[in-house]
């Protein structure tokens, strides 16, 4: 029966079932969840107390262990995996798809992994062995190396025989697409399996293989790889090297995973803090106390910086003390102003909107938009001042209109900072080499929240020498 | 020849040879053509000045122009169907998918949307009047009504032979599974295009289908569909009514999108701004400042009760004008570990890792975490007052170990503060049906700003009373 995930939380009503069984008759366990989807098992794993995930593991055949093993939580697979037998380890893994394979390997104990893979079978470490070389971030990292590759000159018929026969080995090869290669190897066209079953039988393969083929080499950034995925609708993107050979295939659900968790570290970077890397409900006590506290120190510190302009106007704030009341105003301006800018460049980075060459464009942009922003709140703050002294509310002295003013210009200024410095924050970071997502909003108040006050207080000594100052 | 996207901006090379052939020789453009991918044409119309891009879809074939409509940005294509004839839209329209069909009319004038539907031919009208019907954030919106739904008492080798025909009729179906329903038309079983090859021919489908299919009703949010489809891997998933029926299919390629895009829009939310809608660099610029400055607007009246709490502390600003010198400090503190709460709690909900009932768990957990991070920055605080003292950088007066506490203890509380607010109000909005995402850095920062404020002088009251105050 269909059902709707949302709806019903399988794991959560199957879990306790589960571990009765474990407990009672692990020997039936195969059978009676063999219906079950590998992804539903695996967050039944992800509920049961820690200790009895192994032993659920091993109660399933080898191959199923593997496919619930691929959609398990990093951390818990990796916990498994260091925990369980070594030829244990590797008889499930050995049944993994090489590219899930080799995740699983690169999040767990380096010398574990190293004996896992020497247990594996000979093909299968070898395949393993080249893909952990390539760095987890890009496309050789996502990459499996199980497709369907048939020579230029096959007919459709031929080739229709061999993925039939294919699929009837019960081999993970990525059937999305078929590659043909020329003789010398090289990756020269693509047709869909729709293709293949809609093309005449005698035709030969380079008769009807698309030549226009979309792909990316082992070095090319994940990220990369999401963007051409989406840019093309595709649902796997081969991977050729240098010379035009074909070496493997990046898969669409890999891609997903990619764009959602570079989505997240982004967030959380642009919350002003480290990336995670682990679920916000699962992460220990100090490892997010590190994660958030680091990044809040160097805030802190730059911020410090801000007593110590404030101490450079001391005179000023003495002779004026009516000038302290609006400095949260104007400084929490500036950051806001900021805080958007900031968000907007980074994430029409990510969307490979815009390169880093385009920062002049950019700041042409907001400078202009930096500054009618900073007119509008300019006229609220003065708008604010004028009418508190008009109602009564408060008394800010003869000359509250020159105050007015300082506090209008003061704002508009901050606020035109603030979108500049948080349009081009990003762009100065990616050029350094770092990730614009750093560019959070506290970072860029932090920036700006000095300057602010020195913006603030000498608009005040030219509109108020005289008067007030 | 393979090529590779991101080191060959192919349209950029392209549009000026494009352009030059559709002045001079339009007749040609669609043969010149031909082995582009669509994604790129569709890059080319948005680089090519405006005016040309109508003349440049009527140089290609109906069902080549189709493709392309389909991957333009969404502006540039409701730009061009309402200014081409309407019996030319209808005929573009009608070789597109019908769930690319109905999101492009969604996006166009609804009178103009509402002509080129009456101008469709009979089955397609019909096709996109249903699917108009839904909301376009929802799997009803999404989802195309083109789809290879089979009996399951057809044999293997019956079912083979019609989705051959069908592929070979060059009809658009989403051949990515092939969805088997009872006698009473209840989806009941699925498998893909490769285990029907795998499948023995005498077979039934009932025999070979995986009956646990996973599935969405035309009503689940499209978020729910993005979270449905990455957390199983899906390629396509079925759309069935309360009843049980088949009534569409949504493909991976439209569900990276709905990431995408919701990415784009919490990501501009959290930067404290109503979603664009549209790329940062395409957006005009008094829409920009509309979609900025009204937040802006907002935060600074929430801002503006710095300056009355201010006020309201007047008496012990004039008595220790010290104290005024860390009001920066202070506030931008709540607001940095605020910015990191929020952003924590956002992504979490958005991942489905968090619900709303998990409210008190989260607040039980930041609690700790807040005093933790404001303790460890209290100490800096502390350690900053009496350095610059006993270093003779500046003199806070004989009772500077008092405000060092001061400084300390608040920075302390106002963490903890703000941690509490950050966390909290994603899960309020919510409560309140309203977008978590926009929980922003500045909100929460204008939010924790007053209250600062407030237990810092109440600190101080506490700690400077008979001393300073």
Redesign the interface.
């Known amino acids: 029966?269909?059902?709707?995930?949302?709806e019903k939380p399988l794991a959560t009503l199957l879990a306790p079932d589960i571990l009765d069984l474990l407990e009672e008759n692990p020997s039936s366990l195969a059978a009676e969840t063999e219906?079950?989807?590998p992804?539903d098992l695996a967050d039944v794993a992800e509920l049961i107390p820690r200790e009895h995930v192994a032993a659920f593991l091993a109660a399933l055949p080898k191959a199923r262990a593997a496919d619930v093993l691929e959609?398990l939580a990093e951390d818990l697979r990796a916990e498994v995996l260091e925990e369980i037998p070594t030829s244990e380890a590797a008889a499930m893994v050995s049944q993994m798809t090489p590219d899930d394979r080799a995740d699983a390997l690169e999040t767990i104990d380096e010398d574990v992994a190293d004996d896992i893979v020497s247990e594996l079978p000979a093909e299968a470490r070898a395949e393993t062995e080249k893909l952990r070389q390539y760095d987890p971030d890009t496309a050789g990292g996502l990459m499996t190396t199980e497709f369907i590759s048939v020579s230029e000159g096959a007919t459709v018929d031929e080739v229709f025989a061999s993925?039939?026969a294919m699929?009837?080995s019960?081999r993970k090869e990525a059937?999305?697409a078929i590659y043909a290669t020329t003789t010398e190897g090289r990756?020269?066209g693509v047709l869909?399996?729709?293709?293949l079953?809609?093309a005449a039988p005698g035709a030969t393969i380079a008769d009807v293989a698309r030549?226009?083929?979309?792909?990316?080499?082992p070095a090319?950034d994940r990220q990369?790889v999401a963007r051409?995925?989406?840019?093309?609708?595709?649902?796997a993107v081969?991977v050729?090297s240098e010379s035009?050979h074909l070496m493997g295939v990046v898969t669409?659900?890999d891609?997903?995973?990619v764009?959602?968790q570079e989505?997240?570290e982004?967030?959380?970077k642009?919350?002003?803090?480290e990336a995670?890397d682990e679920?916000?409900?699962s992460i220990g006590?100090w490892s997010?106390?590190k994660k958030?506290?680091v990044?809040?120190?160097l805030?802190?510190?730059g911020?410090?910086f801000?007593?110590s302009a404030?101490?450079g106007f001391?005179e000023e704030?003495?002779r004026a003390?009516v000038l302290?009341?609006?400095?949260?105003?104007i400084?929490?301006?500036g950051?806001?102003?900021g805080?958007?800018?900031?968000?907007?460049?980074?994430?029409?980075m990510a969307?490979g909107?815009?390169q880093v060459k385009?920062w002049w464009r950019v700041a042409l942009r907001e400078l202009?938009?930096g500054l009618?922003?900073g007119a509008?709140?300019g006229v609220?703050?003065v708008f604010?001042v004028v009418l508190w002294q008009r109602m009564g509310l408060?008394d800010y002295g003869e000359h509250y209109w020159l105050l007015a003013m300082t506090v209008g210009i003061s704002?508009t200024g901050v606020?035109a900072f603030g979108s500049m410095v948080g349009s081009m924050l990003p762009f100065l970071l990616r050029r350094l080499g770092l990730d614009p997502a750093s560019a959070?909003?506290?970072f860029v108040?932090?920036l700006v929240?000095v300057t602010g006050?020195i913006i603030y207080f000498m608009v005040a000594l030219l509109l108020l020498r005289g008067t007030l100052l």
Not at 1 to 6: A, H, V
């Open positions: 029966m269909p059902f709707d995930p949302q219906d079950l989807h992804a959609y993925v039939r699929a009837r019960g059937t999305y990756l020269h869909s399996l729709r293709e079953l809609a030549t226009e083929v979309v792909s990316v080499t090319t990369e051409i995925t989406a840019n093309y609708d595709l649902i081969p050729v035009g669409v659900d891609v997903i995973d764009i959602v989505q997240t982004d967030v959380q642009m919350g002003g803090m995670l679920p916000y409900t006590f997010m106390i958030r506290g990044w809040l120190c805030l802190f510190i911020e410090l801000t007593a404030m101490q001391e704030l003495k003390l302290s009341l609006f400095v949260p105003l400084v929490s301006s950051g806001n102003s805080s958007q800018a900031t968000s907007l460049i980074i994430r029409a969307l909107e815009l385009d202009p938009t009618t922003l509008i709140l609220l703050g604010r408060w704002v606020v959070s909003a506290p108040a932090t929240d006050l």
